[in-house]
């Protein structure tokens, strides 16, 4: 499940002012819970590692979003938000050498307490001479970088622990 | 320069013209064309004729002639022109979009840039001089003008990034059998340096924007050093062009066509065969002599040494050492 369609099943869980909503598919399951109705909801994301690839989910498949959601999510009587507060983790799509700046002595691409965007480039992951970018796939702050400039990366490591912008 | 494009200031991608003037100066190549019928031709006034053909000589281009008695081409070229090398590669990925600079930063940059910008797959960049072209790290790629070859060229394979690392040591395969076209004999350094005599005669650079499962884009950057004479003093041990090579001076639009298709034969193969990750790696091992039992140091990881011992299922060089067998990943070696 993308982002977008993260942002899609939201979107129709305020429409129909359901407070809570859980989603088993393969390794990923989403748990949403609202606190009030209209307000900004909370999002666990969890995926198990090593990160399996997840399927991008068929443009055909959102009806089954809304079927599911239908059949399985009930609306519950509203409780106060007890879940902890959920970081999101970069994780390498690749195994390599990590660099967290774009030439050797030139500063990071990004460090602790800073804003990213989707798509912003967070840190090269370099195998066989091939340079990989590796972009922000949300939204938020920079927590933590979870591994060291020039360190060995295993296929699914987690690089970064991003906090995301409500 | 660095590991990834800076800014790039935008380079001038050269006056579609001037490829025009050439294509129709060769097609009439014994005859002298009037300045009104080269104006027709190509769209422009004759005054507009008469400065492309001064620009055209100033990059080299012998053209014999005067706005009063008409151009005639003394010899074909040897500029990578997109009407001088297209024609060269037709049926391959690589023929409809050439893109030519007389002078830019980096083929790379520009290339990850207009593939960020959603250039198709198969443009290709090709440069007579670059002014800061790039290698691995802080390393940059020494790029006199119209003496080596500069082409990046962008790929769109669709498949994860885990399984595009094949490309970097396809690309060197690509060079070496463009080369070896030619009944030159070149060596490969993992993961895709092309050596003679020890010496660096090609560099690749490969960078790639991908999303967690979906490669975006791969830019393979291509550095061969063609007819250099001579190679600024840091670099006369470790460089060497094919002319130093082999006493004769090469067309560069005949090797970079030759690498073109060589290049869009691997990719092809890679996309359509089912073993032919495994034929890469299988002909990496025949093809390269660092890949069993050479003893070389590896920089990454603080730097250790080694006898080399094969290549593993990714194609990761293995190195067999005092405390076991370590996988190299990144890509620097060197023998020792």
């Known amino acids: 499940m993308n982002q977008k369609e993260l942002r899609e099943l939201i979107e129709f869980l305020k429409e129909q002012d359901i407070a809570e909503f859980e989603l088993e598919r393969g390794d990923v399951k989403v748990r949403i819970k609202r606190n009030v109705p209209?307000?900004?909801?909370?999002?666990?994301?969890?995926?198990?590692?090593?990160?399996?690839?997840?399927?991008?989910?068929?443009?055909?498949?959102?009806?089954?979003?809304?079927?599911?959601?239908?059949?399985?999510?009930?609306?519950t009587s509203p409780t106060a938000s007890t879940a902890k507060e959920t970081l999101h983790t970069v994780k390498s799509p690749i195994v390599g050498t990590f660099y967290e700046s774009p030439s050797p002595g030139s500063p990071p691409f990004v460090k602790a307490g800073d804003s990213v965007e989707v798509g912003q480039i967070l840190c090269i992951v370099e195998a066989m001479k091939l340079m990989n970018e590796?972009?922000?796939?949300?939204?938020?702050?920079?927590?933590?970088?979870?591994?060291?400039?020039?360190q060995p990366i295993e296929y699914g490591q987690e690089l970064f622990s991003v906090r995301p912008r409500a | 320069?660095?590991?990834?494009?800076?800014?790039?200031?935008?380079?001038?991608?050269?006056?579609?013209?001037?490829?025009?003037?050439?294509?129709?100066?060769?097609?009439?190549?014994?005859?002298?064309?009037?300045?009104?019928?080269?104006?027709?031709?190509?769209?422009?006034?004759?005054?507009?004729?008469?400065?492309?053909?001064?620009?055209?000589?100033?990059?080299?281009?012998?053209?014999?002639?005067?706005?009063?008695?008409?151009?005639?081409?003394?010899?074909?070229?040897?500029?990578?022109?997109?009407?001088?090398?297209?024609?060269?590669?037709?049926?391959?990925?690589?023929?409809?979009?050439?893109?030519?600079?007389?002078?830019?930063?980096?083929?790379?940059?520009?290339?990850?840039?207009?593939?960020?910008?959603?250039?198709?797959?198969?443009?290709?960049?090709?440069?007579?001089?670059?002014?800061?072209?790039?290698?691995?790290?802080?390393?940059?790629?020494?790029?006199?003008?119209?003496?080596?070859?500069?082409?990046?060229?962008?790929?769109?394979?669709?498949?994860?990034?885990s399984e595009a690392l094949v490309f970097s040591l396809a690309a060197g395969l690509a060079v070496q059998a463009a080369i070896q076209s030619f009944r030159v004999p070149v060596d490969l350094k993992w993961p895709n340096d092309l050596l003679i005599g020890g010496r660096k005669v090609c560099g690749i650079l490969t960078e790639m924007a991908a999303e967690a499962t979906r490669v975006r884009h791969i830019v393979i950057g291509i550095g061969i050093n063609v007819n250099q004479i001579t190679f600024p003093p840091e670099l006369q041990n470790s460089a060497i062009s094919l002319q130093l090579a082999t006493g004769k001076e090469w067309s560069r639009v005949e090797l970079c066509a030759a690498l073109l298709k060589s290049l869009d034969q691997e990719y092809r193969t890679l996309l359509e065969r089912p073993n032919a990750r495994e034929s890469v790696l299988?002909?990496?091992?025949?093809?390269?002599?660092?890949?069993?039992?050479?003893?070389?140091?590896?920089?990454?990881?603080?730097?250790?040494?080694?006898?080399?011992?094969?290549?593993?299922?990714?194609?990761?060089?293995?190195?067999?050492?005092?405390?076991?067998?370590?996988?190299?990943?990144?890509?620097?070696?060197?023998?020792?």
């Open chain 1, 134 to 150: 590796i972009e922000c796939d949300v939204a938020g702050e920079i927590v933590e970088m979870l591994v060291k400039n020039g």
């Open chain 2, 282 to 336: 299988l002909r990496f091992q025949e093809r390269s002599s660092y890949v069993k039992g050479r003893k070389i140091y590896v920089e990454e990881n603080g730097g250790y040494h080694g006898t080399t011992y094969g290549l593993d299922d990714r194609g990761f060089l293995r190195v067999h050492t005092p405390d076991g067998i370590r996988l190299v990943l990144s890509g620097s070696i060197r023998a020792v």
């Open chain 1, 38 to 75: 209209g307000a900004a909801p909370e999002i666990r994301y969890i995926a198990p590692h090593p990160a399996a690839p997840v399927e991008p989910a068929p443009a055909s498949s959102a009806p089954a979003v809304s079927h599911s959601s239908s059949a399985k999510a009930e609306t």
């Open chain 2, 1 to 161: 320069m660095s590991r990834r494009a800076a800014t790039n200031r935008p380079a001038q991608q050269t006056d579609a013209r001037l490829g025009q003037i050439v294509r129709v100066l060769s097609n009439y190549s014994t005859m002298v064309i009037s300045g009104a019928k080269l104006a027709a031709e190509i769209g422009a006034t004759r005054a507009e004729v008469w400065r492309l053909v001064q620009q055209l000589r100033h990059y080299g281009v012998s053209i014999e002639g005067r706005p009063a008695t008409g151009y005639r081409l003394r010899s074909i070229p040897d500029l990578l022109l997109p009407e001088i090398v297209a024609p060269l590669i037709r049926g391959t990925i690589f023929s409809h979009f050439i893109h030519h600079y007389y002078r830019i930063g980096s083929t790379n940059t520009t290339a990850l840039e207009a593939a960020a910008a959603g250039a198709p797959e198969g443009s290709v960049f090709l440069a007579e001089q670059q002014t800061s072209g790039r290698g691995r790290g802080s390393h940059s790629w020494n790029s006199q003008r119209s003496s080596g070859i500069y082409c990046s060229v962008i790929l769109r394979p669709a498949m994860p990034p």
